[in-house]
């Protein structure tokens, strides 16, 4: 864990933001995880538990800005965990702490999959993200674009974190490089309901990202849908 956590710092000192320097000053250093989750259909309950029991004694951990914790809507037993820290030192101790490896040690039993955890340095994040409601619809989109892609997949993500933060009923955009595959983003979006989301997927602004991301894609664009567990 360590060897992969330690190329954070050079590629969050690499990070170039999109938007005003306050936003650059007030992300400098911040770390993010994205994990995913597949379970046994038979033990959504139990996952959802342990889930909630993580979260509660993960934002209470020094350095810890957010913990989310969702349910995919198309496919209930799969669940994701997306997390922010104030730094590389604080999201270390957590990963490594005791907490987190008796809830990996619960949760072993019940997975059908790999405990798939992409830490990440932001490319375009919201400061002061406000919290999610029962009602709002998460999308997490992995994308995955050929390495020489890389640097224009960059500027079409922030382009599209400005473009989408001026759309009504969104409550968050950002857009995260995974430390350890530089071609490789994640895309966390929280919208205020479904509505918003469909008509946030025909805007012109998202049917012009997607067309221009085609050819550069090393995989299929991949937008999955999240409950709010809490």
Known sequence: MKIVF???????MMSIAATPAARAQATAGQTYVVTYLEILPSAKADAIGLLKQIAA????????????????????????????????????AHL???????????????????YDERPSNGIDVTPSAEP?????????????????????????????????????????????????????????EIWKNRAAVEAHLIAASTRELREKLGPMMGALYDERHYKNLE
């Open 6 to 12: 330690g190329v954070l710092i050079a590629a969050a």
């Open 57 to 92: 004694t993960s934002r209470k951990e020094a350095g810890n800005q957010r913990y989310d914790i969702v349910q995919r809507i198309e496919r209930e037993n799969q669940f994701a965990i997306l997390e922010a820290w104030s730094d590389l030192k604080a999201a270390e």
């Open 96 to 114: 490594t702490g005791a907490a987190m490896k008796q809830f990996r040690d619960k949760l072993a039993p019940l997975r059908v999959g790999p």
């Open 132 to 188: 999610a409601t029962k009602d709002s619809i998460y999308l997490i989109t992995h994308v995955d674009v050929a390495p020489p892609f890389k640097d224009e997949c960059i500027v079409m993500l922030k382009k599209a974190a400005e473009d989408t933060r001026k759309e009504p009923n969104i409550e968050r955009f950002e857009a995260w490089q995974q430390n350890n595959r530089a071609n490789h983003f994640t895309v966390t």
